[in-house]
């Protein structure tokens, strides 16, 4: 029996490598994508998940727009990372597919409450807005939700958008506030992750030579993602952060963490964002939360080529 899951999603050339990869998957039933103000503003991030559909040849996924901006704070994007649109890289076809009608928001709690209790997981690879909206909305879908499991965070790698925090957690702190502090089931990939996933030449290399139409557009979207990244760290490869998320559902086994607490910081401006980690047990606060901090890279990497060259080609 597949594993239900819904994607939520601000992409951004590494939650398109995420997408594919679950579309990829036999394992894993998408049941709908809703896109979220993160990395570039919602038209785009709808825009963006509907040409990622398309790329896998899945124009039937079902795609709704979410929130439009953070539950208090501005919103902050992320164009000097991902381009002007969000998937520079490579030109896609504007889609062809529709945009559901339905508010992002409203469709996860619609399909929490439908689906039988336990079955569904919420994979947010952007800020936690529409989880958060929806928690709120609806507080009775929190014990029906099977598990979450997110990018986002960081603890022994500091942060990326500032020294302490990390892009999803920083953009909506007050959403991953109510997150966190929701009692769900939670797993982290964090920066002390995906900083150990690098998309290094050889990497990149052996995903352009599945030759197809496919892998080209990954091979092509992640030699622009990089860029930034390999110039700030000063490494072959930049991290891949999102497409952990699904591979953490494929291959759990590639992945060691430990159950923690996890807060997050929303008074201070100088560590807004920050995930404070109790890693070392030192508090007696619950331990919400399984953060992961080592990967087995090369098996995320062979996982990830393999399940791209089952994607169509055309
Ligand atoms: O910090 C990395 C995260 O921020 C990734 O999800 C990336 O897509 C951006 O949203
Ligand atoms: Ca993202």
Redesign the pocket.
């Known amino acids: 029996m597949a594993r239900k899951i819904i994607i939520d999603?601000?992409?951004?050339?590494?939650?398109a490598v995420?997408i594919l990869l679950a579309l990829a998957s036999p394992e894993l039933e998408v049941l709908g994508i809703t896109a979220v103000a993160?990395?570039i503003p919602l038209k785009l991030t709808q825009t963006n998940t509907r040409k990622v559909c398309e790329v896998a040849s899945r124009p039937d996924v079902k795609v709704y727009a979410g929130a439009v901006r953070p539950m208090v704070r501005p919103l902050v994007t992320?164009e000097h990372?991902?381009g002007d649109n969000g998937l520079n890289g490579i030109e896609l076809p504007e889609p062809v597919m529709p945009l559901q009608e339905q508010h992002g928001v409203d469709y996860i709690i619609e399909t929490l409450m439908k689906e039988e209790s336990g079955t569904v997981t919420l994979c947010p690879?952007?800020?936690l807005t529409n989880i958060a909206m929806a928690l709120t909305r609806e507080p009775k879908i929190a014990e029906r939700i099977k598990e979450i499991v997110l990018?986002?965070g960081?603890y022994f790698e500091g942060g990326?958008?500032t020294p302490a925090a990390?892009?999803?957690?920083?953009?909506d702190p007050h959403a991953a506030d109510v997150v966190f502090k929701s009692g769900v089931p939670i797993v982290v990939l964090p920066?002390d992750v995906?900083h150990k996933v690098l998309t290094t030449e050889k990497r990149i290399a052996a995903i352009r030579a599945i030759n197809t139409h496919p892998a080209e557009v990954v091979a092509s979207l992640l030699e622009f993602f990089e860029r930034f990244d390999e110039e700030k760290y000063g490494t072959d490869g930049g991290?891949l952060?999102?497409p952990n998320v699904i591979a953490y559902l494929l291959k759990p086994e590639l992945y060691s963490g430990r159950h923690c607490n996890v807060e997050i910081e929303i008074y201070s401006e100088l560590t807004m964002g920050e995930t404070v980690v109790d890693w070392w047990g030192v508090t007696d606060r619950t331990k919400n939360a399984y953060f992961i901090n080592d990967v087995d890279a090369d098996g995320f990497f062979s996982l990830l080529t393999e399940r791209l060259a089952r994607l169509p080609n055309y």
Request: a negative charge.
């Open positions: 999603t601000d992409p951004g050339q590494d939650d995420a993160g990395n992320a990372v991902h690879l952007g800020p990018m986002g960081g990326n958008i990390e892009f999803n957690i920083y953009v920066l995906t991290p952060h999102d």
